[in-house]
């Protein structure tokens, strides 16, 4: 009972700080769930563990290399635009991939999971009112989704 009121106390506290803008130093694993509201960059190796929503006046650059791990069939943080008890990535603002063109420069979203399979995650959705003038994907490999781009 206390472990679980300590994670529901850590989570609450990150994503209030996330709404309030308060950006983490980029470590090179880490892991990410919620609301993108400003200029963010992610790189190295990110762990999602619930729905990313990029909201209006966010936008999410992914560097190149960048490996985004889902976490399997299940998400901390559900939006109602996103799969049911999967991790998704909702953009509303913008959302810019800039993997290379050598195979260590892709930017890969995958699933976290030991033995991985199709469905893992859901799916990278941009709405109608995202931000697709600055948005853009280049050199990006997705993989075990249910849908991968929507």
């Not at 609301?35 to 936008?59: E, Q, R």
């Not at 996103?82 to 699933?111: E, H, M, W, Y």
């Amino acid at each position: 009972m206390i472990a679980h009121l300590r994670r529901t106390l850590a989570v609450v506290l990150f994503t209030l700080c996330q709404f309030a803008g308060v950006q983490f130093a980029h470590a090179t694993q880490y892991s990410f769930f919620g609301p993108i509201a400003s200029d963010t960059t992610w790189a190295d190796t990110v762990t999602v563990n619930g729905d990313v929503v990029i909201t209006p006046t966010g936008h999410l650059h992914l560097s190149p290399g960048t490996h985004v791990r889902f976490q399997p069939r299940s998400s901390i943080y559900d939006d109602l635009d996103g799969n049911q008890f999967r991790c998704d990535v909702i953009v509303k603002g913008a959302l810019s991939v800039d993997g290379g063109v050598a195979p260590t420069d892709a930017v890969v979203f995958t699933s976290s999971a030991q033995n991985p399979a199709g469905g893992d995650w859901g799916y990278v959705y941009f709405k109608p009112e995202s931000r697709d003038d600055i948005s853009s994907i280049t050199g990006a490999s997705f993989r075990f989704g249910m849908e991968n781009v929507y």
